[in-house]
């Protein structure tokens, strides 16, 4: 078999494979290089897996509850921790297996090991040094060795790692990543989250749902710090009164390991420190990417801030050579990922009217309990643009359906210009918003004005009520509220 290939993309992701199944559909002949595990983090570590034990956890929380729900339960419910933790690995290596039939169907070969980039077009192979980190789903038998291998274009897609904190360094024992965090041998007892982006709050959520007295210590003035404030207080509030402690506007300026233990010596605003000990501590402090040791240095790939640096479609500064996803820079989101390898592998085939993306319609969601969602702009942003606005806001607490559930807990908040009627941004807090955000991303991408959201008829009854009951709202014709 010929080691000429039109695309050859590195790393396996959820960008990786994406680009490498839109590029064989395309008819280009094209190849897909991998050093560990088929389906990158997401799959592997991250989006599925962490999403499984999450799942435990809230069946947990119902079976602990029953009586608000007129159900009786004789007897104690307990977590079974090897049990919660194997069906997250197992559903890992499903999704693993799953891309693997998916690189078989589409005609794309797989290639194992390191890549490296030699010069533009041309990229050599060399025996992985990477452990695999679970059991390996069987590998397609389209699998080819290491070596030289040649493309018109090379897609790097090598993804991120967790970034460390000098003197704060996970070490796999008492100071964990998320890979240690999701396949824990037995439960602590206490646990300190260092930052609350996404991956440190959902961590914080499901150990303290198991039972785990749970700290969260975060720089900046909110959890979440990228979501509208508003929403950011509410989430806080429920996490307090489910029994998490938060440290907000403090850092962790030491640890001190002990045989079984850590104390944090946390530093607050104010100069005071406050000394935590926990059985175990999560460094979430956020990504970065893996553009080391791949080749980019000697070819003269611009980087920008530790990401490949790209145009609108994925190009570098070097002719034939293309980046997608995490290694490319923020959010660090794997949808993102997703459209940005289709965007990258048209425009490279040549396809018509590819256009780039619009980062300010990229949904974030966090699967915390309540779950968190949103779309462009918070309303502090919003200001800060000079933007005159109109702000809606509609609360679970008046929703039927949320109220039959049990889950009145939440609110959609709604942002638009003023004089356009354009929605500008959307925001919500409580149950399964992670599935309603998507209605007001398809919104903002077809360009709907407030009138048009007004006169959509949403089912009853519904949660989704909530977000024309929101957007009434904010021109002052709430019917529910």
Known sequence: MSNAYDVIIIGSGPGGYIAAIRAAQLGLKTAIVEREHLAGICSNWGCIPTKALLRSAEILHYAQHPGEYGIKVEGTVTPDLKAIVARSRGIAQRMNGGVGFLMKKNKVDVIWGEAKLTKPGEIVVSKTTKAIQQPQAPLPKNVLPEGTYTAKHVVVATGARPRALPG???????????????????????????????????????????????????????????????????????????????????????????????????????????????????SAVGVQANIENIGLEALGVKTDRGFIAIDGFGKTNVPGIYAIGDVAGPPMLAHKAEHEAVICIEKLAGLPNVHPMDKAKIPGCTYCHPQVASVGLTEAKAKEQGRDIRVGR??????????????????????????????????????????????????MNLETTEEELMHTIFPH?????????????????????
């Open 168 to 282: 704060i360094e996970p070490d796999g024992k008492l100071i964990w990543t998320y890979f240690e965090a999701m396949k824990p041998e037995e439960m602590p007892k206490s646990l300190l989250v260092m930052g609350s982006g996404a991956i440190g709050i959902e961590f914080a959520s499901f150990y303290r749902t198991m039972g785990v007295d749970v700290t969260v210590v975060e720089v900046m003035t909110q959890v979440m710090p990228v979501e509208d404030a508003e929403i950011s207080a509410l989430a806080k509030k429920q996490f307090e009164k489910q029994g998490m402690k938060i440290l907000l506007e403090a850092k962790v300026a030491k640890v001190e390991k002990g045989a079984n233990s850590i104390t944090a010596h946390v530093q607050k605003k104010d100069g005071s420190v406050e000394k935590i000990t926990a059985d175990r501590m999560i």
């Open 394 to 443: 509609f609360p679970f607490v008046a929703n039927g359906k949320a109220i039959a559930l049990g889950e009145d807990q939440g609110l959609v908040k709604t942002i638009f210009d003023k004089k356009t009627g354009e929605l500008l941004g959307a925001h919500m807090v409580g149950a399964e918003v992670t599935e309603l955000i998507q209605g007001f991303v398809v919104a």
């Open 461 to 481: 009854p519904t949660i989704s009520e909530t977000l024309k009951e929101s957007v009434l709202d904010a021109y002052g014709r709430a019917l529910n509220a």
